[in-house]
């Protein structure tokens, strides 16, 4: 079957693009996909749809702020979202202006410092490259003056509340400009209350990058490439996974970034390869999972390379139906939305 990406296309009224968090961190909805059986239940419930054994696998990225507003030489306005830091004097960014900067023109930034667009970025060419024009660090400069990115469809501006709310509560590693948004349903009290019934945790980093939010510009999906990220999966993390499958336990992914990292650093045996490498694995419906067991994912924009991810593994029908169910029964979508407990599908 030739899939089209409107194939992954669904109505979703708009008042159900979740604004703002849950009181509770895991105060949302949970809709549990099994096959063609969907049942309504609350995040705080999950501790009892896992099991002693199983293995959680999180991603560590911490979100930085990526976002910066200034102007350009001329004079124009620009807004700069970064895609990623390649070293303390290097990034790729995304650019928002009336006219897109030449290569070897200056920006400053927040009023505070330059930055030097050098040339295109990117497997299509739309992102930039820049570079600091003086001494310094983009790290620090991003703490310093960046803000914090939040997804395009939250229509305010951050907030004090969204500088913690929008990281989980185990973020560590910084590199990210969008959240693992899964693994923002888990509190401390719910880590704890897993480990005390026997359920493993185990941690890899990859750092989403603003690609995520790029729409797809083809027909037929078998036409995208995907935009890279980088990924990192520690010895410690390889190992609980080659222990679980050995005792029978489930491997689950908490979010799509920790199972994208999974499936591109899998081996046929169902083990994972230690290391870090970049991945553009772009997942759809046909592809044999090699790694993870369940997902525990948040509810995905129509036409997007991630909701082409979830129908691949639960079933191309049973998330359309899922979709449907969530959308009569008023779930609420996306980052700051409610989640989902999928089952796969071989």
């Known amino acids: 079957m030739s899939l089209t990406v409107d194939d992954f296309d669904f109505p979703l009224p708009p008042d159900l693009i979740a604004q703002h968090p849950a009181s509770e961190r895991s105060g949302s ?9 969907e049942i309504d239940r609350k995040f705080e419930n999950l501790p009892e749809l896992v099991k002693a054994g199983d293995l959680l696998v999180f991603n560590d990225t911490r979100v930085i702020k990526a976002r910066f507003f ?11 979202m970064l895609e990623r830091i390649v070293d303390a004097t290097h990034a790729i960014c995304q650019i928002r202006a009336s006219k897109a900067p030449k290569p070897g023109s200056t920006m400053k930034l927040a009023d505070a410092f330059e930055v030097r667009m050098t040339g295109r970025a990117g497997t299509d060419g739309d ?17 310093q003056y960046g803000k914090l990115p939040l997804p395009p469809y939250i229509e305010h501006p951050a907030e004090g509340a969204d500088e913690t709310r929008y990281q989980t509560v185990y ?23 897993l480990r005390a019934q026997g359920v493993n945790t185990a ?30 999966i520690p010895q410690a993390t390889a190992e609980a ?5 050995a005792a029978g336990g489930r491997v689950i992914a908490v979010g799509t970034t920790s199972l994208r990292a999974l499936e591109s650093a899998g081996n046929d045996d169902g083990t994972v390869r230690v290391g870090g490498a970049e991945t553009s694995i772009f997942i759809t419906p046909g592809y044999r999972f090699k790694v993870v067991d369940r997902l525990i994912t948040n509810f995905h924009l129509p036409k997007s390379t ?30 700051y939305g409610d989640a989902m407990l999928l089952e796969r599908v071989d």
Not at 187 to 193: C, F, G, R, S, Y
């Open 171 to 193: 973020a560590r590693e910084p590199g990210a400009v969008a959240a693992p948004t899964a693994g923002l349903h888990f509190d401390e009290a719910m880590l704890e209350t």
């Open 306 to 335: 991630l909701l082409m991810l979830v129908s691949a593994f639960a079933g191309y029908d049973n998330i359309r139906a899922a979709y449907a169910h969530a959308v009569a029964e008023r779930y609420r979508f996306f980052s």
């Open 127 to 143: 992102f930039f490259a820049l570079e600091l024009v003086e001494p310094g660090d983009f790290w620090e400069l991003a703490e």
């Open 203 to 232: 941690f890899l980093t990859l750092h989403v990058g603003a690609g995520t939010y790029r729409p797809m510009r083809v027909e037929k999906i078998a036409d995208h490439r995907m935009h890279s990220e980088r990924f990192e």
């Open 29 to 37: 909805r949970l809709l549990h996909v099994c096959g063609q059986l």
């Open 241 to 245: 996974i080659a222990a679980t499958l």
């Open 70 to 80: 200034g102007r350009k030489e001329t004079g124009g306005l620009v807004e700069i």
